[in-house]
């Protein structure tokens, strides 16, 4: 395979499925130049994952994914280069992280109440180890007892926005969690923007860049109805607005996503993101 960087991937300290040491393995295995965990709303897999040792020189990213709120879009933020120890973004992504942990109950209350019997044990299998529990894992529960066959079929029809089983959850402003990674000493920038619906992109990252920006996530694994004249777009308005064009597969090790590897970016974005950190680190 073309020699790439990975810059989205999730461990099951999140809502992946591996391990942040398994994910090393693999991606030396594929063939990766470079790899960053960004687990949802935890730091916890990063001491694992920077030291689990490697057989090539596989560069590795500590990094995070935030979910956001910006004048009523959903965005998430990535943050590259996160301190391994105690800083601003780990203190304040507790309370995040208990806010999910206060939500996984509720959607599994709706869950039975639509007749769906889900046991204690079942949950307390699927989320050890787990840091920071996700729509993902009631997924994976409803695909083993066949209620759904997989994940996408599963957020269609339960876990969506909209939902019979959807919880809403209370998520970080978009330009505190900026200046949150960027008081941390670490380099923020937008994931997935197509995600995104009914925005004026261009304008919105001209927005966010005023506030600390650094980036924005261009190659990414999009449904294959997409049209891959928008992701040139974004590619266009990164590179006028100055911001480092970053890519990822938002591998979780199932299959609602896309395959570890099959999206990236060139290593050399390790690169520019590492110069980035060292100016914020220096401001």
């Known amino acids: 395979m073309k020699a790439l960087a990975d810059l989205h991937v999730h ?85 995040t992280r208990e806010s999910r942990h206060t939500r996984f109950p509720k959607m599994i209350q709706k869950l039975r109440d639509l007749g769906i019997e889900i046991e204690d044990e079942e949950i307390e299998v699927i989320l050890k180890d787990v840091d920071s529990p996700g729509r993902p894992h009631l997924a994976r529960v409803l695909i083993e007892k066949g209620v759904v066959k997989d994940i996408n079929e599963a957020f269609a029809k339960y876990l969506s926005s909209g939902k019979p089983a959807y919880v809403a959850r209370s998520k970080m402003d978009s330009i505190y969690a900026i200046n949150l990674i960027r008081e941390s000493g670490a380099v923020p920038v937008l994931a997935h923007p197509l995600l995104i619906k009914e925005v004026n992109l261009k304008q919105l990252l001209q927005q966010l860049k005023s506030h600390g920006l650094e980036g924005v996530e261009v190659d990414y694994g999009y449904q294959k109805s997409e049209n891959m004249d928008l992701v040139e777009s974004v590619r266009k308005i990164a590179e006028e607005l100055g911001l480092i064009a970053t890519g990822g597969s938002d591998f979780h090790g199932d299959d609602g996503h896309y395959a570890l590897g099959s999206k990236g970016t060139s290593v050399e974005t390790i690169n520019y993101l590492r110069k980035s950190c060292e100016r914020i680190r220096g401001q």
Not at 14 to 30: N, T, Y
């Open 11 to 95: 461990s099951d300290r999140s809502d992946g499925l591996h391990s942040p040491q398994e994910l090393v393995k693999r991606a030396e295995k594929i063939g990766l130049e470079g790899i960053a965990l960004t687990d949802h709303d935890t730091l916890d897999g990063l001491r694992d994952f920077m030291d689990a040792p490697t057989l090539t020189d596989l560069q590795r990213i500590p990094g995070v994914e935030i979910s956001t709120e910006y004048q009523g879009f959903e965005l998430h933020m990535l943050g590259y280069f996160v301190p391994l120890e105690e800083s601003p973004i780990d203190i304040r992504l507790r309370t």
